[in-house]
């Protein structure tokens, strides 16, 4: 009655825990799912800092830039008249009938603890009838900025103290600029961004849930043969298909059975007797493995998918990682760099990007302190550009120049061109412009190629039209190697 009972305990305590245990597919799967999502979640975070971040530095350029236009407009004669500036109102009244203010930008004067004047356009909210503000500002003496939040959301401001010579500032120019739109335009970026890496972990899920069942199938075997073996029935065995671990598991557990049922047999059965059971299963393993590595094609299909997709993600990252790092400080290496090598050498690299008629137009001569592997990863990034919009034998061509203390750098091709509309937007991220179809790429390539040309101090341009070819030209300063070698941010 004990033993009944102690049984019938260690019965029930084990299908507990098999009930509750979680399955290895389950954990597995789950496991990686959490390193992706964490690694994504990363990504995410920090590319949404960064775009803040850069909102934030963008303003903070804007108002440095309006208080040296205004210090330069302070030091110079009155437009109107020809002659110095009657008085601090006057040329601040100057200053402001001629500024241009941006959408999210305005400006406004304060005399004498009052709002006087303001910039054309309709701002998103008049900061000069705020009271509040305007007393705040009226009474700095200094040059200050500050941050300050509105109806229309946050903004950044700057206080320019204005003074007749040798007086006490008794006026002062207000420039604003409203944060919001840019700031609603990040957050739509890193919404996008979230759902798409929702769906694509989603898709993952589902793909490794499939995969790591097919995988972890022999094991299931494993275990339903082992609950299924007795002293009498050794005869079963696990279906062995592909050569992995765990094929070699349940294949290593089908040859111990072999061992166990040949022991058994050795007391009733003679060497030869014994040679030949051992023979047979072996000719049998190897004939499953022959018939079943062919079989499972639905899971080589789904395995070359999930490389494929895994290798997509792989590249998005790289780019707002590339794309992060350029962002930052040492993002350029700079160093001499040999113009003609650099043009000859990433042709040589271009080459096994796809079958073109490749040639070079012009090479550069001398040297120039830049970053000769950023510049050659620029010009990669375009000819993968230039493969990807051309057919078999059409013409790609690379070339340099250097004229005017500038270094020019283009990649041309005679592909199908790209609508005008287009040609602004297509270095933006994630933009492919209306030919969306034809690449297989992230959208960031050309991007890349825009962040290093203007981390080199220059830009990137375009010449083209549907169906005439394009030409892409880095466009940057030329620095002589006499120039210490240094890093650019």
Known sequence: ??????????????????????????????????????AVAVIVVATGRSMFTRIDAAAAAELGHEAEKLRTFAAGVDPDTGAAFASVPEMLRAYLSRAVPEADETLFSVVDGRAHLRSAGAPPVRLDRDAAFVA???????????????????????????????STPTAALVVVEFLQTERDEARATILLMSVVSAVALLAALWAGWLVAGRILAPIRDVRETAARISETDLARRIEVSGTDDVAQLAATFNRMLDRLETAFDGQRRFLDDAGHELRTPITIIRGHLDVMRDDPADREETLRLVNDELGRMSRLVDDLILLARAERPGFLVMAPADLADLVVDTLAKMTALGGRTWSIDAVPSGQAVADGQRLAQALLQLGRNAVDHTGDGDAISIGGAVAGGRIRLWVTDAGSGIAVDDQERIFERFDRGADEGRGQGTGLGLAIVARIAAAHGGEVKVDSAPGAGATFTLDIPFHTPALEPREHP
């Open 136 to 166: 705040d500002v009226a009474a700095t003496t200094v040059p200050r900025t500050g941050r300050v939040n509105t109806p229309a959301g946050p903004a950044v401001y700057a206080v320019l103290p204005v003074a007749a010579a040798d």
């Open 1 to 38: 009655m004990t033993m009944t009972t102690t049984m019938t305990m260690m019965t029930t305590t084990n299908s507990t825990t098999e009930r509750r245990g979680l399955s290895v597919r389950t954990r597995i799967v789950g496991g990686i799912l959490l390193i992706v999502t964490l």
